[in-house]
Nanobody, 121 residues
Framework: QVQLVESGGGSVQPGGSLRLSCAASGGIFRIYVMGWYRQAPGNQRELVASVSSGGSTMYADFAKGRFTISRDNAKNTVFLQMNSLEPEDTAVYYC???????????????WGQGTQVTVSS
């Protein structure tokens, strides 16, 4: 059973930084795109950033220049370094990964349980 376990969320003051991690495990043959999404109360879930297995990255406009996504393929882990955090960044952050399981030819999207990020003075 695939598991995506996030860590690194918490509370921080405006202008502060946090680093989120997400480790995938469980019968994995290959991971394609990994990404971070967020959902604030009353809002739809939105893409923050994504990274391909080859290292190509994509960012939402609000994340450009402040957030950096990276991954460690050997450890099936994706990171999100968040700097210059603003109150508007307050949300539950979810990681996602497109994964092909051992013995399968298809890939499916899997999600973590989410980690709360609160930016407040």
């Amino acid at each position: 059973q695939v598991q995506l376990v996030e860590s690194g969320g918490g509370s921080v003051q405006p202008g502060g930084s946090l680093r989120l991690s997400c480790a995938a495990s469980g019968g994995i043959f290959r991971i394609y795109v990994m990404g971070w999404y967020r959902q604030a109360p009353g809002n739809q879930r939105e893409l923050v950033a994504s990274v391909s297995s080859g290292g190509s990255t994509m960012y939402a406009d609000f994340a450009k220049g402040r957030f950096t996504i990276s991954r460690d393929n050997a450890k099936n882990t994706v990171f999100l370094q968040m700097n210059s955090l603003e109150p508007e960044d307050t949300a539950v952050y979810y990681c996602s990964a497109d994964i092909t399981l051992s013995g399968s030819i298809w890939s499916s999207s899997y999600w973590g349980q989410g980690t709360q990020v609160t930016v407040s003075s």
